[in-house]
């Protein structure tokens, strides 16, 4: 079984910055994509940026030139440093990882999800 524990988050005011990391754990064989989600009140889950085994990056257009994901591989931790916050930033960000885990079999875990709120 996989966990992801996610920390960070809160509330800053516009054009501040913030810092998400999700540690994961249990039995990986190995990890494909590490990646960050949002949902804001009466929206959809949408990407906001991921990165995979390749060291490939993708993000959200809403968010390029603002948000950086980085990985450290030893740790199986993500990192999302989010610059010049807007409020429409404003959302419950979700750590998501995709691999395989020591049975070999696929796994696409979630984490609990951080409150990153953004004041006008």
């Known amino acids: 079984q996989v966990h992801l524990v996610e920390s960070g988050g809160g509330l800053v005011q516009a054009g501040g910055s913030l810092s998400l990391s999700c540690e994961v754990s249990?039995?990986?064989?190995?990890?494909?994509?590490m990646g960050w989600y949002r949902q804001a009140p009466g929206k959809q889950r949408e990407l906001v940026a991921i990165?995979?085994?390749?060291?490939?990056?993708d993000y959200a257009d809403s968010v390029k030139g603002r948000f950086t994901i980085s990985r450290d591989n030893g740790a199986n931790t993500v990192y999302l440093q989010m610059n010049r916050l807007k409020p429409e930033d404003t959302a419950v960000y979700y750590c998501?990882?995709?691999?395989?885990?020591?049975?070999?079999?696929?796994?696409?875990?979630w984490g609990q999800g951080t409150l990153v709120t953004v004041s006008s």
């Open positions: 998501n990882t995709k691999g395989y885990g020591g049975d070999r079999k696929p796994f696409d875990a």
């Open positions: 990165t995979t085994s390749g060291h490939s990056t």
């Open positions: 249990g039995s990986i064989y190995s990890i494909v994509a």
